[in-house]
């Protein structure tokens, strides 16, 4: 089975990724893996601070990811994965396409801000054309209408 990958974040732009994804996973038979990444510098406290500190950061996200795979199991009927993996997140998302040899497409959320697209899209793009898999951006100001239409 072929697998989207969507990378869980605090982004807006997130949410039309996780969108697309379990959409586009519904009308091909895909399936939808989700990928949140803890940074290391979250963790520069005292060992025991950092321990817990990192038990609370996977609490919220397997909280936030039961938010966004209710969804998807209730609306387009794709029971997602939740991977979570530390480390500087450009490099544990490519780690991750490597290890799970079923994932066959990236999607990232792009931000509609002054700031740009977003520091995962402006990394990643950079080195697209070496990429194991190919990238789907998906613009955060993508309608749901829209986002119905074109997956």
């Known amino acids: ?12 732009e997130c949410l039309n990724a996780m969108r697309f994804a379990a959409m586009r996973a519904a009308n091909t038979g895909g399936g939808v893996e ?3 990444v803890i940074p290391p510098d979250d963790f520069n406290h005292w060992i025991g601070v950092g321990n817990v500190m990192r038990e609370e950061a996977r609490e919220r996200i397997e909280v936030h990811f039961e938010v966004f795979a209710k969804w998807m199991r209730d609306r387009q009927g794709i029971d997602p994965e939740l991977v ?6 450009v490099s544990e998302i490519l780690a991750q396409i490597h290890d799970d040899t079923e994932i066959g497409v990236l999607v990232l959320g792009a931000g509609i801000d ?8 402006t990394q990643l793009t950079k080195s697209a054309g070496t990429l194991p898999v190919p990238m ?8 749901k209408e829209r986002l119905e239409a074109i997956t």
């Open 1 to 12: 089975m072929r697998k989207f990958l969507v990378v869980l974040d605090d982004s807006r």
């Open 34 to 36: 989700i990928l949140s």
């Open 84 to 89: 979570i993996r530390e480390g500087e997140p």
């Open 114 to 121: 002054k700031k740009g697209p977003g520091p995962l899209v």
């Open 136 to 143: 789907t951006i998906v613009p955060g100001d993508l309608s």
